[in-house]
């Protein structure tokens, strides 16, 4: 799913204006990313949970050429989903 068949979904469901609709849309989106950047959680009831992780560095390889090399350190988004998320993933299955 795109953002703009997010935003076509609230659009048909709430009924504001399309301009309104994606001003919303943008500003959830901008709330979410911003709050994840300072690095706290994201709940969401009955969805799942979004946390940013900090990876350390760590030994690894290129895998065309079998050469050793160094990760290095990096955040990394991880998504949790919710226990009433994976009943309906898989009730629809």
């Keep these: 799913m795109t953002k ?3 935003v076509e979904k609230v659009y048909e469901k709430i009924g504001f ?3 309104e609709t994606v001003a919303m849309v943008d500003n ?5 990313r ?8 994201v709940k969401i ?3 799942g949970n979004f946390e ?3 990876k350390k560095s760590r030994r690894g390889r290129n895998p065309q050429t079998g050469q050793a090399m160094e ?3 990096r955040r990394v988004l991880s998504f949790k989903p919710s226990v009433m998320l994976k009943r309906e993933l898989n009730r629809r299955a």
Excluded: M, R
């Design 52 to 54: 940013v992780k900090q």
């Design 34 to 41: 911003d709050t994840l950047a300072d690095g706290e959680k």
């Design 17 to 19: 204006s399309k301009k």
């Design 28 to 32: 959830v989106f901008d709330i979410i």
């Design 45 to 47: 009831a009955n969805f």
């Design 71 to 73: 990760i290095s350190a």
């Design 4 to 6: 703009a068949e997010i």
